[in-house]
């Protein structure tokens, strides 16, 4: 399977510690392709369907339901977590995402 930037994957996280986001369940990829292409890991954000609407997270609609890209648990992890891609996000969430990434990292 190609992973590619802002595509929606499912993932098991676990086994996980303390307040980390756990079980299998969709993430958005946040590493750049050329990075993906080349390393055995990849940087990604987990995804929720229970949230409340923080700074670090980004609503969207999922199989039509509503969910959040908890960017404040971004976390790198091996290829071999992956279990099959379902999506892509669309250019709008694609740059909230990359606002909140860049006032979080950057500003």
């Keep these: ?3 590619k930037q ?3 994957v499912i993932v098991n996280l676990d086994p996980t510690v303390g307040s ?7 993430c958005l990829v946040i ?3 050329e990075m993906n292409k080349h390393l055995r890991t990849i940087t990604i954000a987990p995804i929720t369907s229970k949230s409340k609407n923080y700074m670090t997270r980004v609503k969207f609609e999922l199989d039509g339901n509503n969910n959040w890209i908890v960017l404040d648990q971004i ?3 091996d290829l071999t977590r992956i279990i099959k891609g ?4 669309d250019s709008k969430e694609i740059r909230k ?4 990434i860049k006032e979080m990292f950057v500003d």
Excluded: F, H, N, Q
């Design 1 to 3: 399977m190609e992973i």
């Design 6 to 8: 802002y595509r929606i």
């Design 31 to 33: 590493s750049p392709d």
């Design 86 to 89: 379902i999506g892509d996000l």
């Design 20 to 26: 980390e986001i756990k079980k299998t369940r969709p």
């Design 75 to 77: 976390r790198t992890i």
């Design 97 to 100: 995402v990359k606002a909140i």
